[in-house]
């Protein structure tokens, strides 16, 4: 777990005319050029900006906390440390980072030899304690990023990973730690692996574009058949070969179903437009795709425990069920479309409801239904829904004056009877959010069909709910899948309290690895992998605004 520091954002004006001071004269940088160490680093706490090289110290507000936690001396003096830490900053690329974040060009050029001036020392410690940060946080701060984001970093992991700096300054460890900091989690290891895959591919070439034209299915024969074969064998979906033929043959139909599988495209084998634009992303495409993702990664996957979880894969439209970080169930999902998006968040499965009444929640209130039944539409009717006053009592929908009414004192309850036609189906698996989002069966099965799934408003259907019921209850004496049944069968509705609280993440992942090393890429439903990827690639800058704060409104 890891330690607070500072995150990129605007400069103040002060800050500002002290980096035109300090960058942009020589004089200003170089007047005390072998300044004692102390001097240093009470202009730091001063919240002076310093400048080294040219290079601004990012970490400025830890560097004192830093020194002083190892005796208040030079920490980089041995030319074999600074060997270490440069070898750490290239390795920084193996998880999608950017190596020139750290000093790396400046660093190279330090004099060798055991000596260092107090200026290179506090660049040294400054790459090296941004490095540890970005490996155990995460570079980009989502709370920041992201307005909807409600997983905000733990104390702890800020005090963990400063932590992790003072203990490698202070044993030499400094390799060793930066890569335990690094999520410990299978997601991550497939990642970073995944990445290097397709990092080789680039370096061989890439692959070639496929031209547009008619669909081609297998037994066809078409002039672009060797070049669906040469980009089919550059990602390793099909088996290297030097066929010329132009037939669409059996294995090339394979190799093209394997590719739409990765893709989460319908895999059938023929090759459509939307086949065909998957085709045609450029390999660094799906390399920054990859660093992004292991970004997101960097966020969430220090804090997930072994044992029981819960993972709803938002952007793959899926539920895993994993325990000890294994998984030993899945199924398919329904999200949130554009306009209503699944939130991400962390929370604990609590309750399990068969035979749910639903009740009209307020964001629908206001988007759906008051809106129709003031255009004079029937959307109670349409949705079998009943109306209630606050005391439970039920109300003639006639008698009230529906275009004088607004969501924010509407004194009426819209509730849905239990039953085949309710839009929570036969079971409701229920956590305490501040989005009234749940998992829920659904009447609509046909459309787990569909290899895009975002129909719903915010909450998560999925399919064969009964067994993640069992599996959640986890109490196979009292409600086996068969009790289940039974007690759904009975019509009325049950809740049934969860005795040890499943953890469930609800989290965005636009490419991963499956467990037989396939990489997985997903469209970006929300369009949210360009904004993250901007500021992945921006250089740091120092700032004064702590990491896991909301910036203020503008």
Request: aromatic share 6%; glycine share 6%; with cysteine.
């Amino acid at each position: 777990m890891w330690p607070e520091r500072r995150r990129a954002g605007a400069l103040s004006a002060t800050t500002l005319a002290l980096y035109a001071v300090l960058a942009g004269s020589a004089q200003a940088q170089q007047s005390v050029p072998n300044a004692p160490l102390e001097q240093r680093l009470s202009a730091l706490r001063a919240d002076t900006a310093l400048v080294v090289r040219g290079e601004p110290l990012i970490t400025h507000a830890t560097l004192p906390t830093l020194y002083t936690a190892t005796g208040g001396k030079l920490l980089w003096r041995h030319a074999s440390q600074r060997a270490a830490l440069l070898s750490a900053i290239r390795a920084a690329a193996d998880d999608g980072l950017e190596p020139g974040d750290y000093h790396l060009a400046t660093l190279e050029q330090l004099p060798p030899g055991e000596t260092i001036s107090v200026d290179d020392d506090l660049l040294a410690t400054d790459a090296y304690s941004q490095l540890i940060q970005h490996l155990a946080l995460g570079k980009v701060d989502p709370m920041r990023l992201e307005p909807g984001w409600q997983l905000p970093l733990a104390k702890s992991r800020r005090e963990a990973a400063q932590a992790a700096v003072i203990g490698a300054l202070q044993d030499g460890s400094i390799a060793a730690t930066a890569n335990h900091v690094r999520p410990q989690h299978y997601f991550y290891d497939r990642g970073r692996a995944a990445l290097a895959q397709y990092r080789r591919i680039a370096a061989a070439g890439g692959w070639p574009t496929l031209p547009a034209g008619p669909r081609l299915e297998p037994g066809a024969i078409d002039p672009r058949v060797p070049v669906l074969r040469r980009r089919l064998i550059a990602s390793g979906d099909l088996a290297a070969s030097d066929e010329p033929s132009t037939q669409y043959d059996a294995a090339l139909a394979a190799g093209v179903r394997a590719f739409q599988s990765r893709h989460l495209l319908l895999a059938d084998g023929i090759v459509g437009e939307a086949t065909r634009r998957a085709l045609n992303v450029p390999v660094q495409a799906r390399i920054d795709a990859l660093r992004l993702n292991l970004e997101r990664g960097r966020w969430v996957l220090n804090d997930i425990a072994d044992g029981d979880l819960v993972v709803v894969d938002i952007a793959g439209f899926g539920v895993r069920y994993l325990r000890d970080r294994r998984v030993i169930w899945r199924s398919r999902a329904i999200v949130g479309r554009t306009a209503r998006q699944t939130p991400v968040f962390r929370a604990r499965i609590d309750h399990v409801i068969l035979n749910p009444t639903w009740t009209v929640p307020p964001t629908i209130l206001a988007k759906d239904v008051l809106p129709a039944m003031q255009r004079g539409e029937d959307a109670l009717g349409h949705k079998h829904l009943q109306v209630y006053d606050r005391a439970g009592r039920p109300v003639d929908p006639t008698t009230i004056r529906w275009n004088e009414q607004s969501v924010t004192d509407f004194p009426y309850v819209l509730r849905q009877a239990a039953g085949e036609a309710n839009a929570l189906g036969r079971v409701k698996i229920n956590f305490d959010n501040a989005y009234s989002v749940y998992l829920h069966d659904t009447p609509s099965q046909e459309l787990f069909e569909r290899s895009e799934r975002t129909f719903s408003s915010g909450c998560i259907r999925i399919d064969r709910p009964l067994e993640l019921a069992e599996l959640v209850l986890n109490d196979p004496m009292h409600w086996s899948r068969g009790a289940l049944r039974e007690a759904i069968d009975t019509g009325g509705t049950r809740s049934i309290a969860v005795t040890r609280a499943v953890p469930i993440l609800i989290m965005y992942w636009t490419a991963e690895v499956d467990a037989d090393g396939h990489v997985i890429f997903k469209r970006d439903i929300y369009s949210r992998d360009a904004r993250l990827l901007r500021q992945l690639d921006r250089r740091p800058e120092r700032t004064a605004q702590p990491r896991g704060r909301r910036p203020p409104p503008a």
